[in-house]
């Protein structure tokens, strides 16, 4: 079954055409990797599908329903959600509370009930907080749950992003570039960390770098090159594409 | 939960002590000062959720004070007996106004003031959602600037608008009657729970936005604060909010301005200038920003001291000069730790280290 359609999607700035009419679907609780030389428009693929941008033209499909007009916002509420390149967590906030923002679309308590400390919303406080850390103790960071996010190592700040996004139970989870400045070894327990996260049955789409990550985990692969689609295969089949060999090593000539 | 409530019972504790103090030592005359800092604390406390807690800066606050205390002015002096009409009658008729005489021994027919400041705060929300809406979508400098071209555009307005008095703004104001034989007046008489009834206000508003702070939305406003575009990701409607946040904001000034007015009796067009909304921020920079108990305390000081014109004829300076210091030397505030540690390295440090930095 098909979670993710991406059909004839283009942008265009300015003089660059960033993205030229990609297409292709990602398959409820699969594993699927964009990867492509930098300039190869994977980041701005994803700012399109997350919401973040408005497609110039084509469709995105989640879930049977029709996205590419929505906000950010409204594709989280649906059930997607993404993490960024560059780590967004939220500064002066403790990895709990970061982490409990992330049970903002799965609990209800408003301006009114929040302000007049409504009896309901202490139950559904109790749930928030009892859900953020289970999904601490799952990642192994329920010891750092009082420290400020922003104070934990690098790698362990990925962890907590991925947890934020987790927190909202997601059908379909945006990985932009998870191992970036990671070491091997944090490379490794990422790897292992998408893998588990896949068998909860989450569907991940990821952007990386780290070929030997991509290859072990995905599978399927997208390969972009100047915004458009290249290949799309199994990550053996993609390691012996002449096309991808020739993009990312250049010619023998 | 205690860790919430305790300082409040502690604040609430402070007021009687204050209040005491001023008995025993025969200098009750400063409870007025006092209580009309109670409502330009609640000005403060609800601009302090804006600015420091959703991230916001409003250089407009005053207005918003301003077009409370003008409605329920304008509402409660203005004689509809002089404009007499189906309206009016019917008005009259379902209990909604009120006889009173007037200061030359004639008889006035006004609207109540329960309905005046329903209505001020029904048009407050009104413009603060009208305003809010396109102005919110700017950041930072554009935000500030936008928001103090509101402010001028209501100083502006009441300034130069006959019926709202113009220049001499709007007097005779009646007080605001409350169940049990109580009132806001400035009658010297009621002086004792004027001032309880004002930071008994403050101390409700203060319990709300704490319990907020502490919410579901208040952890969503700190995410919009820290990380709009993530906090979006996450499915926080981050525009809307803000939006609800400045009309929150708006709503506690709109009140302040309502009740101040009607315990002052009247309200001119200073108190919607630009330099009003300025001393707001001003009180919640010094207060830490993201500091509600800063806020109020550095609010009941400042605002008392200038109300008994401790600053003089430099009143709006001595503010414009506190909002100077506390950008350059100490932008999270006077109420906080390691500030002492944090002042012996700004006045020790030297341009090499600087340099070398």
Redesign the interface.
């Known amino acids: 079954m098909t979670l993710l359609s991406v059909r004839g999607v283009s942008k265009r700035f300015g003089g660059l055409q960033a993205v030229n009419d990609l297409s292709f679907d990602v398959a409820t609780g699969s594993i699927k990797a964009l990867i492509g030389p930098n300039g190869a428009g994977k980041t701005t693929l994803f700012d399109l599908i997350?919401g973040?941008l408005p497609p110039d033209s084509g469709e995105i499909v989640f879930g049977g329903a029709e996205i590419h007009a929505m906000?950010?916002?409204e594709v989280?509420?649906r059930g997607m959600?993404?993490t960024?390149q560059h780590i967004?967590?939220?500064?002066?906030?403790t990895v709990l509370?970061n982490i409990?923002?992330?049970r903002?679309?799965h609990?209800?308590?408003?301006?009114l009930?929040?302000?007049?400390?409504l009896p309901f919303?202490w139950g559904?406080?109790r749930r928030?907080r009892e859900k953020s850390f289970e999904i601490m103790e799952l990642l192994g960071i329920a010891a750092h749950a009082r420290t400020e996010a922003v104070r934990l190592a690098y790698g362990q700040q990925r962890v907590v992003e991925v947890g934020?996004?987790l927190a909202?139970e997601p059908k379909l989870l945006l990985l932009d570039e998870p191992a970036a400045g990671l070491n091997m070894r944090e490379t490794n327990e990422m790897g292992r960390l998408i893998s588990r996260i896949r068998d909860m049955g989450v569907t991940v789409l990821l952007v990386e770098h780290d070929m030997s990550l991509v290859m072990k985990i995905s599978d399927e692969v997208v390969v972009l090159s100047y915004g458009q689609k290249i290949a799309e295969d199994r990550p053996l089949a993609i390691q012996k594409n002449r096309e991808v060999i020739r993009v990312y090593l250049g010619d023998d000539q | 939960m205690a860790r919430r409530y305790l300082p409040v019972a502690a604040f609430a504790g402070l007021i009687v002590a204050i209040q005491l103090a001023t008995f025993f030592t025969g200098t009750a005359f400063h409870l007025t000062q006092l209580t009309m800092t109670a409502y330009y604390s609640l000005v403060i406390v609800g601009l302090c959720m804006l600015i420091g807690y959703a991230g916001q800066i409003s250089l407009g606050h005053a207005g918003f004070f301003a077009i409370g205390g003008y409605v329920t002015a304008f509402l409660t002096t203005f004689n509809l007996k002089l404009h007499p009409g189906v309206f009016v009658s019917l008005l009259s008729k379902s209990g909604m106004l009120v006889a009173r005489p007037d200061a030359y021994g004639g008889s006035l027919l006004t609207v109540h003031p329960w309905l005046a400041c329903a209505a001020a705060i029904l048009l407050t929300v009104v413009i603060a959602y009208l305003v809010g809406g396109p102005v919110l979508k700017l950041k930072g400098h554009y935000l500030a600037m936008a928001t103090l071209g509101f402010g001028i555009i209501v100083y502006r307005m009441v300034l130069g608008t006959g019926f709202l008095g113009a220049a001499d703004g709007i007097s005779d104001v009646p007080g605001f009657p409350l169940p049990a034989g109580l009132a806001i007046t400035g009658n010297s008489s009621a002086r004792v729970s004027n001032y309880y009834l004002a930071w008994g206000l403050v101390i409700l508003g203060m319990a709300l936005l704490l319990n907020l702070v502490h919410s579901r939305v208040g952890r969503a406003l700190a995410a919009v604060h820290g990380a709009e575009d993530a906090a979006g990701a996450m499915g926080i409607p981050t525009a809307r909010y803000k939006l609800n946040t400045f009309v929150l904001s708006a709503v506690f000034a709109s009140l302040a301005g309502v009740l101040l007015t009607h315990y002052n009796g009247g309200i001119g067009p200073s108190e919607a200038g630009v330099m009003k909304s300025v001393r707001y921020v001003a009180i919640v920079a010094i207060g830490g920003m993201a500091n509600l108990w800063g806020a109020l305390s550095m609010s009941l000081v400042l605002n008392y001291l200038s109300l008994r014109g401790y600053f003089g004829t430099y009143d709006d300076a001595v503010f414009g000069v506190i909002l100077l210091l506390i950008m350059l030397f100490a932008p999270d505030g006077l109420l906080r730790r390691h500030l002492l540690s944090d002042l012996k390295r700004a006045v020790s440090r030297n341009p090499a280290e600087e340099e070398a930095s």
């Open positions: 997350s973040f906000s950010s916002c989280a509420v959600v993404r960024f967004r967590l939220f500064p002066k906030m509370e409990m923002v992330g903002h679309v609990s209800r308590a408003g301006f009930a929040g302000m007049l400390n919303t559904e406080e928030i934020r996004a909202c």
